[in-house]
């Protein structure tokens, strides 16, 4: 149970982090990259176009093996359950319906004198 709760903290990280990383890019290829314009930074425009890409790239791979990683540690219960099953043995008693009673059921009928 502690490792799928793990898992499942980390697939929440990462997809805030690539919702993150994919809102600073910019689709006509502006974003965090036009505020590094000046050739004597660093970091110019294309190395951080280049390191958003690649980081978009990573974190998808990340979310998709944490994904399937998830399926093997769901915590399982003792006994597997079949709603096929359950359906029939439902089927098998049925509830009960309720009856209304009809007008003079269970009264005695009195005579006059």
């Given at each position: 149970?502690?490792l799928?709760?793990?898992?499942?903290?980390?697939?929440?990280?990462?997809s805030?982090?690539?919702?993150l990383?994919?809102?600073?890019q910019?689709s006509?290829?502006g974003?965090?990259a036009?505020?590094?314009?000046?050739s004597?930074q660093?970091?110019?425009v294309?190395k951080?176009?280049?390191f958003?890409?690649?980081?978009?790239w990573t974190?998808?791979?990340?979310?998709?093996?944490?994904?399937?990683?998830s399926?093997?540690?769901i915590p399982?219960?003792?006994t597997?359950?079949?709603?096929?099953?359950?359906?029939?043995?439902?089927?098998?008693?049925?509830?009960?319906?309720?009856?209304t009673?009809?007008?003079g059921?269970?009264?005695?009928?009195q005579?006059?004198?």
């Amino acid at each position: 149970m502690g490792l799928y709760i793990l898992i499942s903290v980390l697939i929440l990280m990462v997809s805030a982090l690539i919702i993150l990383v994919v809102l600073v890019q910019n689709s006509k290829g502006g974003g965090l990259a036009s505020n590094f314009s000046g050739s004597n930074q660093y970091m110019g425009v294309r190395k951080t176009a280049d390191f958003l890409e690649k980081a978009t790239w990573t974190l998808a791979i990340t979310l998709l093996v944490l994904s399937l990683t998830s399926i093997f540690v769901i915590p399982k219960g003792s006994t597997p359950v079949n709603s096929a099953t359950q359906v029939e043995e439902r089927a098998g008693d049925p509830l009960p319906v309720p009856t209304t009673p009809t007008p003079g059921q269970g009264q005695e009928q009195q005579l006059p004198e």
